[in-house]
């Protein structure tokens, strides 16, 4: 844990969608109630949203729970990036894994409350970062693990190629 207290900063969801490669109705997160160089500390009522894009079949699974951590860990990185002076170029990283992942609910969308989402960096260096994270409702606990994000996934391979482009998708085309 750091020594430094948590900035108590209120980051609303235009700073958010400002800086993650998440808009609109895909943007879950709220705001942002604290963070510092490890920790990050996000609120979201998105779970609520009968017109949320995660949802299948009309429900909110428990497991969507850890895309609300990848976007809080996305916001933790962008603010880090900017405090470092990298906010220029900002990094563009991606889900790589997750493991020890703990669902204690099935469902999201039947909380009432706001979700709590929070993530600490355990471990990280230029081209991945470790981090640990709970998403919560009060004092409940929801789902918990630990998620590797690879970064710069948007740059070059190692050997200096460039990843292929996507295959284009027809209109009307499903994935």
């Given at each position: 844990m750091s020594?430094?207290?948590?900035?108590?900063?209120?980051?609303?969801?235009?700073?958010?969608?400002?800086?993650?490669?998440?808009?609109?109705?895909?943007?879950?997160?709220?705001?942002?109630?604290?963070?510092?160089?490890t920790h990050i500390r996000c609120t979201a009522t998105s779970h609520?949203?009968?017109?949320?894009p995660l949802r299948a079949r009309g429900r909110l699974g428990s497991a969507c729970g850890i895309e609300y951590a990848a976007q809080a860990m996305a916001v933790h990185g962008a603010l880090v990036g900017a405090c470092d002076g990298e906010n220029q170029h900002p990094r563009v990283?991606?889900?790589?894994?997750?493991?020890?992942?703990?669902?204690?609910?099935?469902?999201?969308?039947?909380?009432t409350g706001p979700l709590i989402i929070e993530a600490?960096?355990?471990?990280?260096?230029?081209?991945?970062?470790l981090y640990a994270f709970t998403v919560r409702c009060g004092a409940q606990a929801l789902l918990s693990g630990r998620a590797a994000v690879m970064l710069d996934a948007s740059g070059r391979l190692p050997g200096g190629d460039v990843p292929p482009a996507p295959p284009a998708t027809l209109k009307g085309e499903s994935t």
């Open positions: 020594a430094a207290p948590l900035n108590a900063v209120l980051l609303d969801r235009a700073w958010i969608e400002a800086h993650i490669p998440h808009s609109g109705a895909m943007c879950l997160l709220d705001g942002v109630e604290a963070w510092d160089d609520r949203d009968p017109h949320n990283g991606f889900l790589a894994s997750v493991r020890g992942v703990e669902a204690h609910v099935a469902r999201l969308d039947t909380l600490e960096r355990l471990n990280g260096d230029g081209t991945s970062v």
